[in-house]
């Protein structure tokens, strides 16, 4: 069974930083591509970044770009996002996602996990 688990979430100010992480089981974690998706209040899905089996190319979307860093420890089965220079629109649940497609707006992914809150108000 197909399990990830993320952590690390919380409140932060703006300007601030916070790493989250998502520990996976279940499968090969290491022949897969994940990623981090976000949902902000009463919003769908949105993709943030994706990284490739190795760890050796990484995506974002334009909103995060140059702020936020995904990475992964594959000896670990842990997936990272390094969160900087936050933003008070950067507020959402996050999500470790496998299998994740984007069809226009619409996102979606084969499994996520529960999610961890980050928020960013003063």
């Known amino acids: 069974e197909v399990q990830l688990v993320e952590s690390g979430g919380g409140l932060v100010q703006p300007g601030g930083s916070l790493r989250i992480s998502c520990e996976a089981s279940?499968?090969?974690?290491?022949?897969?591509?994940m990623s981090w998706v976000r949902q902000a209040p009463g919003k769908g899905f949105e993709w943030v970044s994706t990284i490739n089996r190795r760890g050796s190319n990484s995506w974002y979307a334009d909103s995060v770009k140059g702020r936020f860093t995904i990475s992964r420890d594959n000896s670990k089965n842990t997936l990272y996002l390094q969160l900087s220079n936050l933003k008070p629109e950067d507020t959402a649940m996050y999500y470790c996602a496998k299998d994740v497609q984007k069809l226009g707006t619409v996102v979606t992914a084969s499994h996520r996990g529960q999610g961890t809150q980050v928020t960013v108000s003063l």
């Open positions: 279940g499968f090969m974690f290491d022949m897969f591509a």
